[in-house]
């Protein structure tokens, strides 16, 4: 447990992430004014601080001067957080106690993935923070074999030592070398970045098939090692983030989801989602809109059988014996059922997943494909995302003003929206609130704030730091 200092003066940041933290283990102070913050820290000398980048009485700049003039408080980290991430780029490359920084809106999850990375930095105390990994060799820690007993065993496991310490090494090295190389493209990378969501233009920089293979190569790993072409944590790159960029570059293949006690299957073609497989048929049927009372026992038993061994949906089996001949009924539950194990995995925490990329895809998705455009079906699942504090994270204070990006009118034209997205992304001009949104739709909030997070998720919106007729004091 850390104890962090939160240095806020919005009272909903405050306290999102004052429940967030807390939620993670942490002890979290608060303070809604650069001076009372700067007192706490001089007082509590906390673990870190998170500093918003413009406060009613101080400025940012000068809170992190002061903490780092002060010997009590200059070794003490600082994430900063604000609308505007132009701004706190360059006083996070102006200040050495500012570690990193935060655009709101944020996910809960990435705010507890950035606390924890620099928590563990200041534990490791390496002293390089360009370092993707520690710089103590790990090696030496690496249990020895007894000398009392210099036989087979012993040699056999100095051996096997000397072997993981010279891959860590080789290991250490592919990937200080990938990720010091894309940390020094990061200002060049952001002015080409322009409106798209950032996770989803650094996506193929970070999990790369070549990257992989370097892995593979420098661990001993066969050919074959360099496979999948993508792999990482719904924590790291979003699920859905990974889903886009597989529609967008056209991809053919099977996208595997990890869950805990479930393995769901999106098998791709060019691109469009063609079906969607599980190993669970109880969860893969639950809520389904179809009478299994109806069916055989026999023929249902079958079906689980089938779709527990092979991940074919359970329904797929109950076609091929002749008991659902309406395709368009098929049709709709397969579709319906896929959308709702991908929303499982999006939800659960800890979703592992990958990527293979094949020509021949499985037979049952080549029998009865779905053939789904990318987009709409990640908006499908996004729709059934209802957890108000993943959508407050993502959103941030009812307060935050958005504008439409340049291309998602002609996204928009591709899309099945519902009436409250259209009337949001009718409404966002880059000078209304979320609650102003609101109120202008005849909507509730929380509906209001359920479909920007859905527009935000596919990139077609994003924050601003102000109105966009009034941004001389970026927030």
């Known amino acids: 447990m850390a104890r962090i200092l939160s240095i806020e003066d919005s009272l909903t940041i405050r306290k999102m992430v004052e429940m967030i933290l807390r939620t993670a283990g942490h002890e979290v102070l608060l303070a809604d004014q650069g001076t009372t913050g700067l007192e706490l820290a001089r007082t509590t000398k906390p673990d870190l601080i998170l500093l918003d980048y413009v406060l009613p009485d101080l400025p940012s700049t000068d809170i992190c001067r002061q903490l780092l003039a002060d010997p009590a408080t200059a070794d003490i980290p600082i994430l900063l957080i604000s609308t505007n991430g132009a701004a706190i780029r360059q006083l996070y490359a102006e200040s050495r106690n500012v570690r990193d920084y935060l655009t709101k809106p944020f996910q809960a999850k990435v705010l507890n993935s950035v606390v924890e990375h620099l928590l563990a930095k200041r534990a490791a105390a390496s002293g390089d923070h360009g370092s993707f990994l520690p710089t103590t060799d790990t090696a030496e ?12 065993a012993a040699v056999a496991g100095e051996a096997r030592a000397g072997v993981a310490g010279a891959r860590t090494v080789a290991l250490r090295t592919v990937l200080n070398g990938r990720f010091r190389s894309i940390a020094k493209m990061i200002p060049d990378l952001e002015r080409r970045r322009g409106p798209l969501p950032a996770e ?6 970070f ?26 944590t719904h924590a790291w790159v979003g699920l859905d983030t990974t889903l886009l960029y597989l529609g967008r570059t056209a991809a053919t293949g099977v996208f595997t989801l990890q869950l805990e006690g479930e393995v769901v299957t999106v098998s791709l073609a060019q691109g469009r989602v063609v079906m969607v497989g599980s190993d669970n048929p109880r969860a893969y049927c639950a809520g389904a809109a179809y009478n299994f009372r109806a069916v055989p026992v026999a023929a249902v038993a079958n079906a689980v059988s089938v779709q527990q061994r092979a991940g074919v949906p359970f329904f797929i089996t109950l076609c091929h014996l002749g008991l659902m001949p309406d395709p368009g009924v098929l049709e709709a539950l397969l579709r319906d059922q896929g959308i709702c194990a991908v929303q499982r995995a999006l939800v659960m925490p800890g979703t592992r997943y990958s990527f293979v990329a094949c020509e021949v895809l499985p037979e049952a998705a080549r029998q009865f494909p779905l053939s789904l455009e990318m987009r709409q079906f990640v908006l499908s699942v996004l729709r059934l995302v209802d957890d108000w504090l993943e959508i407050e994270s993502a959103t941030g204070s009812v307060e935050t003003v958005y504008a439409v990006v340049p291309e998602a009118t002609e996204q928009s034209a591709h899309l099945v929206l519902s009436a409250a997205e259209s ?12 609650q102003g949104i609101a109120t202008a739709a005849g909507q509730e909030l929380f509906g209001t704030c359920a479909a920007t997070y859905r527009l935000l998720r596919l990139g077609m919106l ?13 927030a």
């Not at 994003?462 to 970026?474: D, F």
């Open 200 to 205: 989803t233009f650094y996506l193929p920089f």
């Open 423 to 434: 009337a949001v992304l009718g409404l966002v001009d880059g000078q209304r609130s979320l």
């Open 141 to 152: 820690s690496e249990p020895q074999a007894p000398t009392a007993a210099p036989g087979e």
């Open 207 to 232: 999990l790369r098939s070549d990257l992989l293979a370097a892995i593979a190569a420098a661990t001993g790993g066969p050919a074959e090692a360099a496979q999948p072409q993508i792999a990482g």
């Open 462 to 474: 994003r924050a601003t730091a102000a109105p966009l007729a009034a941004a001389a004091n970026p």
